[in-house]
């Protein structure tokens, strides 16, 4: 009978009876391919050793077609394997003798390794899909988190040249103010009478006036620039101007990219000593009272 063919065959490729006897159960039967399946899947499970208990309709006593009924192939490999499996079915219904009995576990050995690396061959596909799943995800963050770094690095370097632009254009304004005054002043005292007497009072007046032209500088001593020096974690140093009404978020930002190396820092000044906080950072630094120059010393966090 091919029932007991197939349990025989279990028990000649060295599985245990009792488990044997629970595959050739639970696979109904249906042929020596789906029993090593059915022990290849379970051969973990916990009850695996527990004595077998059959069924009161035993499902040894199916019959000989169900097993031997032909499968749809679902492969090139599956195919070739329930080919030969059917032929050493239609061959263990023939008497064999002990070399063929032999050839023949030697042959459900050989399959059932075949099964096993295709299965094991499978796993590792997926592992790597997996790991490289895992990697693209991991990689599509950090283009987002650099994405972001960009755009605000973006928005500072525009700030910046807005504040650079309108601070030419007062000074441009400034300077031309100062040339319409000289060239008014040039306009009311340089056409008057050439007598000395009469020259002497505007020659005067130019000299009283100069103070007037000279009053823009001590109007600048409102600052709008400030020169920052960062002393770094090595001792080494950076040098910048920026306005004074930049937060010192901007200076701090400057720090990152040019010296921070991905650390984290503080920024304090030694003298009065004084650590600034995250509240800091939004405020100018005419407001810090580091115009219009400072020292900034970098310390770890």
Not at 39 to 68: C, K, R, W
């Amino acid at each position: 009978m091919a029932e007991c063919t197939t349990l025989e065959s279990l028990l000649e490729m060295g599985f245990d009876r009792n488990r044997a006897e629970k595959a050739v159960a639970h696979t109904e039967n249906q042929g020596i391919e789906r029993a090593m399946d059915w022990l290849m899947e379970h051969e973990n499970d916990p009850d695996i050793d527990e004595p077998y208990v059959p069924p009161a309709e035993n499902v040894l006593g199916s019959t000989v077609e169900q097993s031997s009924s032909p499968q749809s192939p679902s492969g090139t490999t599956e195919s070739a394997a329930e080919n030969e499996l059917q032929e050493l079915q239609e061959d263990s219904k023939r008497g064999m003798t002990e070399e063929e009995k032999k050839e023949q576990v030697k042959r459900l050995e050989d399959l059932m390794k075949m099964r096993q690396e295709e299965r094991r061959e499978r796993e590792r596909q997926e592992e790597i899909d997996r790991e490289k799943q895992r990697r693209k995800q991991g990689q599509e963050i950090l283009q987002v988190k650099q994405k972001l770094q960009d755009d605000e690095m973006k928005k500072l370097a525009e700030l910046r040249r807005r504040e650079k632009m309108e601070d030419r254009l007062a000074k441009q304004r400034v300077k031309e103010k100062i040339a319409r005054d000289r060239e008014e002043r040039a306009q009311k005292f340089g056409g008057g009478s050439s007598s000395t007497t009469l020259s002497s009072p505007p020659s005067e007046a130019p000299q009283l006036s100069s103070p007037e032209s000279q009053g823009a500088p001590p109007a600048k001593k409102d600052y709008d620039e400030c020169r920052i020096q960062v002393r770094l974690l090595d001792g080494s140093t950076l040098r910048a101007v920026f306005k004074a009404q930049e937060p010192l978020a901007a200076v701090r930002v400057y720090v990152q990219m040019n010296g921070a190396n991905g650390q984290d820092f503080n920024l304090i000044t030694p003298y009065p000593r004084r650590v600034y906080t995250d509240l800091d950072m939004e405020k100018p630094l005419r407001e810090l009272g580091l115009v219009p120059s400072a020292v900034l010393v970098v310390t770890k966090k």
